[in-house]
Nanobody, 126 residues
C-alpha cells in the first residue's frame, strides 16, 4: 500500500500563488508516477500534471502550462505543485495520486492511479 498526504490548499485572490505538497509513504516502489488531478464543482475530475520520480519527463495540462509546475524531492518522498498566476477557474479540489503507469503518456488516466490522497481545496476569488 501507498499512502498520500496532501497539504497546502487554501484561498487566494486571482493572480496569487499556492503550493501543494504530497507526501508519499508506504511501499512507494509499487508506483512509478505521481500526479495531481482536480475536480471543480459539477465537473469531471481532470489531470493537472504528473511526474516520474525516476527522472522521467513531466506532463501538464494546457490550461496550466506556464503557470503551474510539478516537482519532487526524492529525499522526502514528496511531490509539489507550485501554482502561480491563479485564476478563478482553477478553483477545485486537488487530489494527489500515485500509480504504476505503463508508458509515458498524456493525458494521464485515472484508471492508471491506484492510490489517492484525501484532496486539498483550492479556492481562487476574483
Amino acid at each position: 500500500q501507498v499512502q498520500l498526504a496532501e497539504s497546502g490548499g487554501g484561498s487566494v485572490q486571482a493572480g496569487g500563488s499556492l503550493r501543494l505538497s504530497c507526501a508519499a509513504s508506504g511501499n512507494i516502489k509499487r508506483v512509478n508516477c505521481i500526479g495531481w488531478f482536480r475536480q471543480a464543482a459539477g465537473k469531471e475530475r481532470e489531470p493537472v500534471a504528473v511526474i516520474y520520480p525516476d527522472g522521467g519527463p513531466t506532463y501538464s495540462a494546457a490550461s496550466v502550462k506556464g503557470r503551474f509546475a510539478i516537482s519532487q524531492d526524492n529525499a522526502k518522498n514528496t511531490v509539489y505543485l507550485q501554482m502561480n498566476s491563479l485564476k478563478p477557474e482553477d478553483t477545485a479540489m486537488y487530489y494527489c495520486a500515485a500509480g504504476l503507469v505503463v508508458g509515458r503518456k498524456w493525458p494521464a488516466r485515472e484508471a492508471d492511479f491506484d492510490y489517492w490522497g484525501q484532496g486539498a481545496q483550492v479556492t481562487v476569488s476574483s
